[in-house]
């Protein structure tokens, strides 16, 4: 995947507006395209989220295509250690690296403008939501950020995502779509590294959070 074309590293200390519940799991679709120095570069990443605030910890499966190179990374977040960890499933090589700050609220952010309200399908099926709009500004970053939620009562939930502007000297454009999103945790032993992880040193190198809602 395209590692260090999209990211950035943020703190944010301001969160408001509906927040989803505090341990969540689900899957997240990716598609988007770079353009840096005149080329272009298409991607698509598929990532099954366990998502636990309350321990503040989070679980991926990374399965990634970008060109012809395809990537399938089990991530874990520890931000209690401070640890991420990377397992690529293709080799079973274990690396580690620091992450700076707390985990991302899964909350609509402070500085979001909220936009009109919609619904999705038809009928007596139709699904409501509500949409957001935020500038992301970091050094070197400048992304506008547009998101469906689908309010569930004091809760809600991520429906889609766009996402555009410059990261990194790239010019970036992302789509996002959010399904299958469940209450809680399934199996807590997602957040358990393998054994193979235990004699890895942390590398020097810090985790960078991408600009997106949940900095996946």
């Not at 990537?71 to 990377?86: A, L």
């Not at 080799?91 to 919609?118: E, F, L, Y």
């Not at 547009?146 to 939930?157: F, H, I, K, N």
Request: hydrophobic letters at 35%; charged letters at 15%; a positive charge.
């Amino acid at each position: 995947m395209l590692r260090g074309i999209l990211v950035l590293t943020f703190v944010s200390c301001c969160w408001a507006g509906c927040c989803m519940p505090k341990q969540w799991e689900g899957l997240q679709n990716v598609i988007g395209q770079s353009v840096t120095s005149g080329k272009a570069a298409a991607f698509l990443v598929t990532n099954v989220i366990s998502y636990d605030g309350t321990n503040s910890r989070v679980a991926l499966i990374m399965n990634s295509t970008a060109g012809s190179v395809q990537t399938v990374i089990r991530v874990i977040h520890n931000y209690n250690k401070g640890i991420q960890y990377n397992i690529d499933l293709l080799t079973n090589k274990c690396t580690k690296s620091k992450i700076v700050g707390s985990i991302i609220p899964a909350c609509v952010p402070d500085n979001a403008v909220k936009g009109q309200s919609v619904y999705f399908g038809g009928g007596k099926n139709r699904l409501p939501g509500d949409t957001y709009f935020w500038n992301q500004k970091a050094p070197s970053v400048n992304v506008d950020i547009g998101l469906t939620v689908s309010p569930d009562g004091t809760e809600c939930y991520p429906v889609g995502e766009v996402a555009t502007g410059t990261a990194n000297t790239a010019r970036v454009f992302e789509t996002v779509g959010f399904l299958n999103i469940t209450k809680g945790i399934n199996d807590p032993s997602v957040f358990t590294p393998p054994p193979s992880c235990n004699q890895v040193p942390i590398t020097e190198g810090t985790f960078k959070r991408r600009y997106r809602f949940l900095g996946l």
